[in-house]
């Protein structure tokens, strides 16, 4: 089970890139809500702001103006030691490029947030062969990144993201490095960890694929939310 509620709101949120004079205006008045438990794809071509979003909700950047809620914690107004403590509690991230660290193993790949959360090192290698099961990766312990497929390095990035039993997981193109059978894959196993441990998942995708697997799907285009209400039908 996740710790606890996965609810994130976005309130009257504007962003701009640059300094002084020289601004670029990214996001306008972004309002959006996802609830606890919600599988929802953000979509959008490049340079909608999409991926700023995301960086927004996981306090990685701030807001020029607006809040950001995450169950009803206004993180918008935290410090950057506040905001680190709140992340290693609540949130875990996935990303394209898996980002892994290319001299450890798979296992203490996933360990890392557990380290940086000061639990004992039996409980959390444990707890990290755990995740690595869930994940279908219980032979691959003792392998680098190096020595893994893609779908296996994405698998032990989705076991990193998850082993604080967060509540909310923000992933930026999960699949996008992935061929299409690996990608139905990971796809696969992100609803199944969404499902069985009520972790809420905000995906940033161009892929139409994960967008039909989510239970919504929220659009931007140009800085702005154009539709946010879109419920998808999942495949059988």
């Known amino acids: 089970m996740s710790n606890g509620p996965g609810e994130l709101t976005v309130k009257d949120v504007q962003h701009s890139y640059g300094t002084g004079k020289i601004k670029v205006p990214v996001l306008y008045d972004i309002n959006v809500h996802i609830d606890n438990r919600e599988f929802v794809a953000l979509c ?104 893994l497929s893609g779908g296996q390095q994405q698998r032990v990035s989705i076991a990193r993201a998850l082993v604080n039993n967060p509540s909310i997981v923000l992933a930026d193109e999960p699949t996008g490095n992935l061929d299409s059978v690996t990608e139905k894959e990971i796809l696969q196993l992100m609803r199944q960890m969404n499902r069985e441990h009520g972790t809420t998942f905000v995906i940033v995708t161009h892929d139409t694929e994960v967008a039909n697997q989510s239970d919504r799907v929220i659009h931007l285009q140009d800085g702005r939310v154009v539709q946010k209400d879109t419920t998808m039908i999942h495949a059988t």
């Open 44 to 147: 959008g071509t490049s340079g909608s702001g999409k991926s700023t979003l995301l960086s927004l909700m996981a306090g990685l950047t701030r807001p020029d103006a607006g809040q950001i809620h995450i169950n009803g914690e206004e993180i918008s107004r935290y410090n950057e030691n506040e905001l680190c403590l709140f992340r290693r509690r609540c949130m875990g991230f996935v990303f394209q490029s898996f980002n892994l660290l290319p001299n450890l193993t798979a296992l203490e790949n996933v360990e890392l947030p557990l380290i940086f959360a000061g639990e004992s090192v039996k409980r959390r290698r444990q707890r990290a062969a755990d995740m690595l099961a869930m994940v279908g990766l219980d032979g691959r312990t003792g392998h680098k990144p190096n020595e």
